[in-house]
């Protein structure tokens, strides 16, 4: 199983990004979803969740600018990020439990991270 965010970049504070994450390889199915992100000198932490009912939870510091989806049907997740600061600025990380057998055990998959940095 692999996971393959994208969608980072350079953004202006106040600006916009979408990042997405595909997940491929052996997968029967797909339970909670989520992004975290990690900036220089910190600890990741996470940034917003989905899980497989749809239910979704984020971090206090991105509520009412950050909105994530999932489309089930293309195993992938996304991240819609406006109204970006500075501090916004990290490597973003997508995960995804898997099952990759009908009655195999869930496991953590982890995708590469893509880096967004808001500046001026």
């Known amino acids: 199983v692999q996971l393959q965010a994208s969608g980072g970049g350079l953004v202006q504070p106040g600006g916009s990004l979408r990042l997405s994450c595909v997940a491929s390889g052996s997968i029967f199915s797909i339970n909670d979803m989520g992004w975290y992100r990690q900036a220089p000198g910190k600890r990741r932490e996470l940034v917003a969740e989905?899980?497989?009912?749809?239910?979704?939870n984020y971090a206090d510091s991105v509520k009412g600018r950050f909105t994530i989806s999932r489309d089930n049907s293309k195993n992938s997740l996304y991240l819609q990020m406006d109204s970006l600061k500075p501090e916004d600025t990290a490597v973003y990380y997508c995960y995804a439990i898997v099952r990759v057998s009908e009655y195999g055990n869930r496991y953590p998959y982890w995708g590469r991270g893509t880096l967004v940095t808001v500046s001026s």
């Open positions: 989905i899980i497989s009912g749809g239910n979704t």
